[in-house]
Nanobody, 118 residues
Framework: VQLVESGGGLVQPGGSLRLSCAAS????????MSWYRQAPGKERELVAV????????NYADSVKGRFTISRDNAKNTVYLQMNSLRPEDTAQYYC????????????WGKGTLVTVSS
């Protein structure tokens, strides 16, 4: 199983980025997908979650109204559209997939770095 994130980079405050996470080796439609982030010196935190069919999403309060999680089950890919980025959004962003039936089965990507700075 592989989860491969892409789309990170350096962006100015107020800018936008779209992260992608391509999954392989699993039945993607059977996994709840999430984005987490970890800033230097801080614990990893949940940013956004989307259910297996994409019918429900949830967000951390800090990103509500600015970030949007979506998925394309035909492409085995989950996205995170990030708008109105702030310096405090700077972090390594990780993709996570958790099996909807067996929660102990979950996978992580290696992350992609997002830096928000002028």
């Amino acid at each position: 199983v592989q989860l491969v994130e892409s789309g990170g980079g350096l962006v100015q405050p107020g800018g936008s980025l779209r992260l992608s996470c391509a999954a392989s080796g699993l039945t993607f439609s059977r996994y709840t997908m999430s984005w987490y982030r970890q800033a230097p010196g801080k614990e990893r935190e949940l940013v956004a979650v989307i259910t297996s069919a994409g019918g429900s999403t949830n967000y951390a309060d800090s990103v509500k109204g600015r970030f949007t999680i979506s998925r394309d089950n035909a492409k085995n890919t989950v996205y995170l559209q990030m708008n109105s980025l702030r310096p405090e959004d700077t972090a390594q962003y990780y993709c996570n997939g958790r099996n909807t039936r067996w929660a102990s089965i979950d996978y992580w990507g290696k992350g992609t770095l997002v830096t928000v700075s002028s």
